[in-house]
């Protein structure tokens, strides 16, 4: 490399400061290059040379343009390419100092064309003189030239530069980001490709400190944008670079501020606060209390504080920050203008709404007087401020500024920036709130089709809490839609929007594991730490620690090997369906059931899409959402009494239930032999089987019904499991040699550890044994039968892909007791000593997929601490690990298994739904205790159809049910459905 480049590479890289007075001193400096024309230039040429640099001398830059521009011709006939290239990059910089854009990019591709006409040297010597050019163009502002050259440049110095110099002027390049984005704040789509070009493409040696800035600025640059994902994985990147370096309390602030700012917009403000108090703590230790670092944080803090109503605290905090600006720094800063309307939204909640508005016009003053025209900030605040003003009554305002906010947003990542969804959501409402109808509820649409695509956008998520909580987050914009109904809006349109918010995250978690495949070593380190929590949960600690400790330190570690998985599969698939690609077949009607909880405005209600085949869509309000889960509560709390259950209640409940929630429907199922129903709400735990008609029939002696998590599962194109045929049989597990039927078991903990212990009291099941024996008298040589101690869990976890998996036990959801309900042999007891429930025992986390589970063989000695016995628990946490891809059904011959927490929009969370994820086609499941002979007669019925006749499954199982009722009916029983009607079948037909 020549002395001349080693001088301008040393002197950019260790002089930034120099380097950044090129724009504002091009006169100057080129006012100090001699006027005697270089040797060996044609006599014009050089008599132009001469010309040109008088002119700069004289700082005339409309006398120079024209004589440059003479020079640049006569170049282009007698020059050699190298002069030619270097004169147009001294043209473009001239014309950009001129203001002549346009021109100057048009001079400096011309010479970028040049390039490969040129040998080594002469490419690095052009190159070097466009850098400058690029430099100049971003500390002015100007970037587009700047980025129209700078990408080429990277390829013709990577290839000419020698290796030990290239890093060194790729830094230097790079550093011209940052120029930029101090003066502009946001980069480009092209400048950031170039930087996420440089991250895939940087050499062996490199300096990570320097990476972890550029990391940061992109994860910036993409929380602007709205792409999550990709902020968070250059943030945690950037993360694991910082905790390594001396300083790194410099940085780490900064990367809990985004890490909870990440958490605030999924509506997780829990985390977030989590995270601002770290942020907080660190830039307290490092920078002064004034310091816009330390009050940024006091303020974000603040705010997730309010969101999650701990509205003293947050006041308390605003006005602490309020207070140490305006002493130090004066009123009109970032930090004031935030703490404004956070005491805005707490006047507003005290009901000062006169106080809020006055805070709301002072934050939107300050922050518009400090904040660039241009930062991207500003319209966030503007959103803010829209919102705020829509909820104080102001709709007019509110309006205005939404429009504001969705224009700004069109080159921020348009329709994938969440402040577009935030605001056409908000102009909606504005509109509606204005008498608008037609147009707010036209622009709430599109603010969810909007929707739509970033809940696509976000199930790519490393973090499985963090997709959850925005895919199952406020559908507040289709419950407006819904609520008016087909008078605006075509049936067709809004389920469209419906159906991909419903199951969200269930779908979200199904494409995810499809993709996964080949993480064995994960997998097996995440079922590790499944099985770790179930003992923790159900055989406390005997080593002197809390099992709530245990717990949250599992769940911790799993979490984080789940997002370590997550971000390897972020292209998993894609949520978007539309209710013509549902494949529905020819004689069946899709029930889409709608549950919205009652509201300060509205009551709860219940609506019901029916799909027809080629997508026809009905929309029928159901309406009052109370007087349909009292009906349902009322039948369940006679359907759990078992043989006791009083028939006359059961059935007039039931006609009620169908009078509520079936007759609405009949007009729109006409000619349908067979229902897919997908629940919601209390729904989930109402089999439709029992509902009767006036005539004391039931429906399931009119439709064959089978549910569905998702209607979007009847889109999910159906691939061909690679099964191995066999029909696996786990019945009449021995739960303990300590423990006999009816005998509960518990430990004495030690100091320290836990306050109580788990008590099962379990009966043996030998009816089970003999409804194995006949399953596996049908299935022939493919049948694999496992009884009393092998009955367990390390059997079940050695079984992969089975063409039919059958488990006949106890199974349990924990829900507002913790006694199981009495009704059936398969019914247990399940019971916490001390003070606590079992629920509470498992909380804080209080995951439901922990309170959900089957029982095993050696669950009798779970409470007496022995890991061992944790064996016998097997809970809907760990089935998730189970491989049942392409299994052709799963049935839990067990009490309770088809229950568990249920979650408007997005399913039961228990063993059904971490059977359907672990790959289950159809699953059997049931919906309260179940009796034992009745059982095993059902389920011999239904695999003799299945296995022998080669009836479809959802089929065969309809069937038996239908005999079931039969038998009954000759008992003189029907009228109690406890004994034919307590299991329901998933799957997609």
Not at 584 to 602: K, M, R, S
Not at 820 to 849: H, K, T
Not at 950 to 968: K, S
């Amino acid at each position: 490399m020549t002395v001349w480049l080693a001088c301008i590479v040393s002197v950019l890289i260790a002089c930034p400061a120099l380097a950044a007075k090129l724009p504002q001193s091009f006169f100057a400096i080129k006012a100090k290059i001699p006027m005697i024309a270089p040797e060996g230039l044609p006599a014009r040429d050089a008599d132009l040379y001469r010309q040109y640099y008088q002119a700069l001398h004289d700082w005339d830059g409309e006398k120079a343009l024209p004589i440059m521009k003479e020079r640049v011709e006569l170049a282009k006939k007698s020059m050699p390419p190298k002069i030619r290239a270097l004169l147009l990059a001294e043209y473009a910089q001239l014309l950009f100092s001129m203001g002549d854009s346009d021109a100057g990019l048009k001079a400096a591709e011309e010479s970028l064309g040049l390039l490969p006409k040129l040998d080594n040297q002469g490419q690095r010597t052009v190159s070097f003189a466009l850098i400058y050019v690029c430099r100049d163009r971003f500390l002015a502002g100007d970037l587009t030239p700047g980025e129209a050259i700078q990408g080429p440049l990277f390829k013709v110095l990577r290839t000419t530069l020698p290796p030990q110099v290239f890093p060194k002027v790729e830094r230097m390049v790079l550093g011209q980001v940052y120029n930029a984005y101090r003066e502009r704040y946001v980069l480009s789509d092209a400048r950031t490709a170039i930087l996420e070009s440089w991250l895939l493409e940087k050499p062996d040696q490199i300096d990570l400190k320097f990476e972890s800035e550029i990391r940061l600025l992109l994860a910036i640059q993409y929380r602007i944008r709205g792409d999550l994902p990709k902020m968070e994985k250059h943030l945690e990147r950037a993360h694991a670079i910082w905790r390594d370096l001396p300083d790194k309390e410099y940085r780490l602030y900064q990367y809990h501020a985004l890490l909870g700012d990440l958490f605030l917009n999924f509506g997780n403000p829990e985390a977030a606060r989590k995270e601002y108090e770290k942020g907080l703590i660190l830039a307290e230790k490092n920078y002064v209390s004034a310091d816009m670092r330390v009050t940024g944080l006091q303020v974000r803090l603040a705010g997730a504080l309010f969101a999650e109503g701990k509205s003293g605290a947050a006041e308390k905090l605003c006005r602490e920050a309020v207070r140490m600006v305006t002493d130090n720094r004066g009123q009109f800063s970032y930090e004031v203008a935030q703490a404004y309307s956070i005491l805005s939204r707490i006047a507003a909640l005290d009901g000062d709404r006169e106080k809020a508005w006055k805070r709301l016009n002072r934050a939107r003053e300050i922050s518009e007087r400090v904040i660039p025209a241009d930062h991207p900030e500003r319209w966030a605040n503007r959103m803010a401020f829209a919102r705020d003003a829509l909820a104080l009554g102001h709709a007019g305002e509110a309006a205005e500024a939404a429009r504001q906010v969705v224009e700004a947003c069109r080159p921020l990542g348009g329709d994938d920036n969440p402040l577009t969804f935030a605001a056409l959501s908000t102009l909606g409402r504005a509109e509606l709130a204005t008498g608008k109808k037609k147009e707010g509820y036209a622009t709430l649409l599109r603010a969810e089709r909007i929707g739509i695509r970033q809940a696509d956008m976000v199930q790519r998520l490393p973090s499985e809490a963090q997709r959850k909580a925005y895919l199952t987050s406020s559908k507040g914009n289709i419950e407006l839609l819904l609520r008016a109904g087909d008078a605006w809006l075509a049936p067709g349109q809004l389920y469209a929007v419906w159906l991909n918010r419903k199951g969200a995250f269930f779908e979200s978690q199904a494409l995810y594991r499809q993709a996964l495949g080949g993480e064995t070593g994960a997998e097996a380190e995440l079922a590790s730490l499944r099985s770790q929590l179930a003992y923790a949960a159900y055989a406390p600690s005997s080593e002197g620690r809390n099992s709530r400790t245990v717990i949250a330190e599992l769940t911790a570690r799993r979490d984080e090997l789940l997002r370590t998985l997550n971000r390897k599969n972020q292209e998993s698939g894609r949520l978007g369906v539309t209710p013509e690609s549902l494949s529905l077949p020819a004689n069946a009607a899709l029930v889409d059931f709608v549950h919205l909880g009652a509201t300060a405005e509205q009551p709860g209600g219940y609506w019901a899409f029916v799909v027809r085949p080629h997508g026809r869509v009905t929309l029928i309000a159901l309406g009052d959402a109370k007087k349909v889960d009292d009906a349902l509560a009322a039948w369940r709390g006679e359907i759990v009494k078992g043989s006791r259950a009083d028939a006359s209640v059961l059935g007039a409940q039931a006609r009620r239930l169908r009078t509520l929630l079936v007759a609405p429907l009949t007009s729109a199922l006409v000619g349908a032999q067979r229902l897919l129903v997908v629940p919601d709400g209390a729904l989930q735990r109402l089999p439709l089987e029992i509902l009767q008609r006036e005539d004391g029939s039931f429906l399931a002696e009119h439709w064959r019904i089978t549910y569905l998590a998702t209607a979007r599962e009847l889109a999910r194109p159906k691939k061909p499991g690679d099964v191995n045929g066999a029909v696996v049989i786990l019945a009449n597990p021995d739960f303990g040699t300590t423990a006999g039927a009816g005998e509960s078991v518990a430990a004495s903990p030690k100091p320290g550890g836990d306050s109580r212990v788990v008590r099962f009291s379990l009966a043996p099941l030998p009816g089970t044994e003999a409804e194995g024996r006949a399953i596996r008298t049908l299935a022939g040589r493919d049948a694999h039968l496992f009884t009393g101690t092998a009955a367990s869990k390390s059997v079940l976890f050695g079984v992969h892909r089975p063409r039919v998996l059958h488990l006949a036990t106890h199974g349990f959801f924990l829900d507002d007791g913790d006694a199981a309900v009495d009704g059936g042999r398969r019914s247990f007891r399940i019971e916490a000593s001390g003070n606590e429930s079992v629920q509470a025992w498992l909380s804080p986390a209080a995951e439901p997929l922990l309170r959900s589970g089957l029982i095993l063989a050696g669950a009798a000695d779970a409470g007496n601490g022995n890991r061992l016995a944790a064996q016998g628990v097997l809970t809907a946490e760990e089935v998730l690990g189970l491989d049942l891809a392409g299994t052709e059904l799963v049935t839990l011959s067990a009490c309770g298994t088809g229950l568990g927490a249920i979650a408007d929009a997005d399913g039961v969370y228990g063993l059904r739904r971490s059977f359907l994820l672990a790959g289950a086609r159809h699953l059997v499941v049931s919906l309260w205790s179940v009796p034992d002979e009745e059982t095993r007669r059902t389920m011999v019925d239904m695999y003799e159809r299945f296995l022998h006749q080669n009836m479809p499954v959802d089929e065969a199982f309809h069937q038996a049910m239908l005999d079931r009722l039969a038998a009954e009916r000759r008992a003189g029983r029907s009228d109690n459905p406890f004994y034919w009607a307590g299991f329901v079948i998933y799957g997609v037909p």
